[in-house]
Every structure is written in structure tokens, then in C-alpha cells.
Nanobody
Framework: QVQLVESGGGLVQAGGSLRLSCGAS????????MGWYRQALGKQRELVAS???????TYLDSVKGRFTISRDYAKDTVNLQMNSLKAEDTAVYYC?????????WGQGTQVTVSS
């Protein structure tokens, strides 16, 4: 069983930056896609950013130009650099690995942006 562990969440003022990281509990193979989702209170979970095995990235429109997703192929980790944070970015952020064996999720990390 693969477990994903996120780190890097916290409280930051509007305009500030945070970097989220997510790694697997063991070596994983055949990662098709890695991504970050978020769920704000009372709202549905939404895809923030994703990166495929070939390096193709996708971003939620509202974070384009502010967030950058990257992956470390050697360590099987995925990172999300978040700059120019806004109050509306406040949410629980979840990492996601899409493997041939199925989808795996982290436990979530809270990001709170104070205005």
C-alpha cells in the first residue's frame, strides 16, 4: 500500500509564499500523473495543478502565473510553489498520484491565507 505524505502547509499573509511537498512512503513505479487538489470549506474539491509523466502541466485558471508544480523524478516527489497567495487560496490541499494500480491521496495539509 502506498501512502502519500504532504508537508509545507501553514498560515501566511496575503501576498506571501508557501511551498508544498508530497512524497510516497515507498518507491513507486509507473506514475502516470501527480497533482495537487484543494478543498475549501463548503466547496467541492478542485484540481489546482497536475504534471504528467512526460512533464505536461495543467493549472487551475485562478492560480496560473502564481503557482508552479514540479516533480523530482529521482525521489518520486511532487512540489507546489505558491506565490502571491490570496485569501481565496485558503483550503486543505491534497496531493494525488495516479498510478497504473490506482489513485492515491495524501491526508491533506491546511493552507490559510490571511488578508
Amino acid at each position: 500500500q502506498v501512502q502519500l505524505v504532504e508537508s509545507g502547509g501553514g498560515l501566511v499573509q496575503a501576498g506571501g509564499s508557501l511551498r508544498l511537498s508530497c512524497g510516497a512512503s515507498r518507491r513507486v513505479f509507473s506514475i502516470r500523473k501527480m497533482g495537487w487538489y484543494r478543498q475549501a470549506l463548503g466547496k467541492q474539491r478542485e484540481l489546482v495543478a497536475s504534471i504528467t509523466s512526460s512533464g505536461t502541466t495543467t493549472y487551475l485558471d485562478s492560480v496560473k502565473g502564481r503557482f508552479t508544480i514540479s516533480r523530482d523524478y529521482a525521489k518520486d516527489t511532487v512540489n507546489l510553489q505558491m506565490n502571491s497567495l490570496k485569501a481565496e487560496d485558503t483550503a486543505v490541499y491534497y496531493c494525488n498520484f495516479v498510478l497504473i494500480a490506482g489513485d492515491y491521496w495524501g491526508q491533506g495539509t491546511q493552507v490559510t491565507v490571511s488578508s
